[in-house]
């Protein structure tokens, strides 16, 4: 494998379910990040990580939790779901967050819908 | 704070013609630039960026982008359509020192044979 990868490609879920989105890079990269993206809404940064520590929540409801075990591995975990979190979920890496941006790696993305 | 704002939410192209994409942004601090392209049911693949110095950006399949600081803009050009190039194009912006990229709303590319 190379690049970034996300399992699954696609997943319907109901609202009271228990799904994980599972996501790995295969870069050497030390920052990932979650994203949502809507039908014509621009890409809404979730969550953060660099060196395993999350560095960033942008406000994001407590039904979904991450997780990022190690610097190659990043998950998203989801429970109680509405249906307006249905979107097309990005995974991205890049080099680790110091003092210059370095440009962010990306997935091919997991398409959720929630019924 | 930075912003982008990507002018036309659709562009149509007869294959061939030129290609242009236009992004405008605001940031309080000398920007990074970034344009990706998002093909159907893809993630998103990095174009070209800018960082420092030629503010003339050549990127991959033939697309480029010029960094225009007087005007704030960062406008992505190909000389010549491919029915290949149809797809979501998303302008993006950070700060130095600032790993966030603010992403523009995206314009899609239609290219008529």
């Known amino acids: 494998e190379t690049g970034v990868t996300q399992t699954p490609r696609h997943l319907v879920m109901g609202m009271t379910n228990k799904k994980s989105l599972k996501c790995e890079q295969h870069?050497?990269?030390?920052?990932m990040y979650w994203y949502k993206q809507s039908a014509k809404k621009p890409l809404e940064l979730m969550f953060v990580?660099?060196?395993?520590?999350?560095?960033e929540n942008n406000s994001v409801p407590s039904r979904f939790s991450p997780e990022c075990p190690n610097s190659s591995h990043l998950f998203l975990h989801l429970h109680t779901l509405q249906p307006e979190d249905s979107a097309l979920y990005l995974c991205?890496?890049?080099?680790?967050?110091?003092?210059?941006?370095?440009?962010?790696?990306f997935g091919p993305g997991t398409r959720l819908t929630v019924t | 704070a930075q912003s982008v704002t990507q002018l036309g939410s659709h562009v149509s192209v007869s294959e061939g013609a030129l290609v242009l994409l236009r992004c405008n942004y605001s940031?309080?601090?000398?920007?990074?630039l970034f344009w990706y392209v998002q093909y159907p049911n893809q993630g998103l693949q990095l174009l070209l960026k800018?960082?420092?110095?030629?503010?003339l950006v050549k990127g991959i399949n033939g697309f480029e982008a010029e960094f225009k600081k007087s005007e704030t803009s960062f406008h992505l050009t190909k000389p010549s359509a491919h029915m290949s190039d149809a797809a979501e194009y998303f302008c993006a912006v950070s700060g130095l020192s600032d790993y966030k990229l603010s992403f523009g709303a995206g314009t899609t590319v239609t290219v008529r044979a």
């Open positions: 990580y660099n060196f395993k520590e999350q560095t």
């Open positions: 870069l050497g990269h030390n920052a």
């Open positions: 991205a890496s890049s080099q680790e967050l110091r003092e210059k941006t370095y440009e962010q790696y």
């Open positions: 940031s309080s601090v000398p920007p990074y």
């Open positions: 800018y960082t420092t110095g030629a503010t």
